[in-house]
């Protein structure tokens, strides 16, 4: 199981004098509008062309150390939050958080999974994925970019991968126990068992929620129930 780590990552950011609505102007000049934050410093208004936030971000994603340049002075920074259009995807506003290089960070890392189980290719197994990202703490420079999860070593039914078998050098995985299972194979279902799952009755939730609207609670008086 291995963490990769991104090379060397730059930003180059304009400050932005442009705040509140008009900052829509700046999206249709390509220009995305963002903050820079972080301790021991006033939070400063920056932009970035949408080609460029979209390049460093599909690299980046919210876990890899991105130096962000703004005028004469570099900033060692992670990205906090990215948002984008309900629709349309399009970027429209981010945002940067300072870091010390001398100090722990925490971020959500992605887990990929990579390689083909012989259990599922053999076997038929079926592939249940539980985590899909993790916690990591670590120095911001050492923090990995994705966790890549190896399928191949899942050779036969009911076997599994859990939170130990992750290991990175430089970081940590906080907010799991060891023997949380990540990935397993289990044995494929019967037809008679999915028969009879799609067999079995199914309880009408909407008569039960009329029932309760119905019933007045039990320690709820008539004089109560006819003040409300």
Do not use: C, W
């Not at 197994?125 to 911001?140: K, T, Y």
Request: charged fraction near 30%.
């Amino acid at each position: 199981m291995n963490a990769k780590v991104t090379e060397k990552l730059e930003l180059a950011a304009q400050e932005r004098h442009v705040i509140g609505q008009k900052v829509k102007g700046l999206r249709a000049e390509g220009l995305i509008p963002a903050v820079l934050y972080g301790r021991g410093m006033d939070s400063l208004n920056i932009q970035i062309p949408v080609e460029v936030l979209d390049t460093v971000y599909q690299k980046a994603g919210e876990s890899t150390l991105i130096y962000v340049t703004v005028g004469q002075e570099t900033h060692p920074t992670i990205i906090a939050e990215v948002s984008t259009h309900p629709v349309s995807g399009a970027y429209i506003h981010a945002d940067f958080q300072k870091v010390r290089l001398d100090e722990k960070v925490t971020a959500e890392v992605l887990l990929v999974y990579v390689g083909e189980s012989d259990a599922v290719k053999n076997f038929n197994g079926v592939l249940v994925r539980n985590i899909s990202e993790v916690e990591v703490e670590a120095l911001p420079q050492d923090l990995p970019h994705e966790i890549e999860v190896d399928l191949s070593v899942l050779k036969n039914i009911d076997e599994h991968i859990s939170i130990s078998d992750l290991k990175l050098e430089k970081a940590k995985i906080i907010g799991h126990e060891p023997d949380d299972i990540i990935v397993t194979v289990q044995e494929p279902k019967s037809q008679e068992a999915l028969d009879a799952e799609l067999a079995a009755p199914t309880s009408d939730v909407s008569a039960v929620e009329e029932v309760k609207k119905e019933t007045p609670a039990e320690d709820e008086t008539p004089d109560e129930k006819a003040k409300e």
